[in-house]
């Protein structure tokens, strides 16, 4: 893989940053210089002083529920795009546990479809409660699909003819898994290998958007944090991993508390921490 990092020019994207993991030896992490262009993940306040009924409404919904809501704007209007539920309610966070009981150290929710942490498969409806897991905005699928053409547009620099897509093929996502994580939050290494045998076959790339802290990003060829890389994630970064690196170990050992965008939480209610929202197609 001959991309060096240095060769690598300013793109101006749509996402603040973007790190592409084409190999497991190569990390490419881009920072823009124009973080507001339209397309940037910024999150809006649930509560927004513009929309008085809405947020009444809103605020009756949630007494006493998990604060956390996913919405995009897309920088070129003022129009919010909130996730059904809006990560309340119905579908939204909760905190996930394994088959021997244990709990994961983070909240969840899902989007398209639901993930069981228990039986490792997926469904239409969440196992926990039979809720069905809202749709994933379009929005949010233009934005993973403009992730990938500029990686591919980041490829094809370097990749000396090689079509970009045999080394970062296309995915449709069909499932969007969120975490939220607290101060303390974290999760252990491990692969994402419960997508269909033709989506892993292929390598069909997970996607995935880091908001709000900044976390500590393990990553490797084995199960063993001690030989794993590390890289630091923070908000409006994008993270792919597919080709021949779909199948890496990766984890988050620590969340940096206080390191999210002064913008971010100035204009937002995101609970202190990091949400995280990884595309797949199963
Ligand atoms: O939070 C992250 O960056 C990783 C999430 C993840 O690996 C997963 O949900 O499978
Ligand atoms: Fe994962």
Partial sequence: MGLQQAQIPKVQLALKRLTILISQQLVIPLTFSCPKTPGSVILKPPLLAKNREKRNEIRRNIEGQTRNCIEVWDGSDEKLHFCEGSGLGSGGFYQPGYRDGAKLHLKMMCLGKNWDPQTSEYGDYRLIDGAKPPMIPPEFLQLVEKAIRDSHDLLAQDS?????????????????????????????????????????????????????????????????????????????????????????????TAIHPNTVPKLLSEETNLRPGRLNLTFRQS
């Fill in 160 to 252: 000396k003819g090689i079509n970009p897509e045999k080394i970062l093929p296309w995915m449709s996502p069909n499932i969007c898994l969120v975490n939220f994580y607290s101060e303390n939050g974290r999760l252990g290494l491990h692969q994402d290998k419960d997508e269909s045998e033709v989506s892993l076959r292929e390598g069909l790339p997970v996607v995935s958007f880091s908001i709000g802290d900044s976390a500590d990003f393990l990553y490797g060829d084995q199960r063993d944090v001690d030989k794993a890389d590390k890289i630091l994630l923070e908000s409006g970064d994008v993270l792919i991993f597919g080709g021949s690196s779909r199948h890496i170990f990766h984890g988050v």
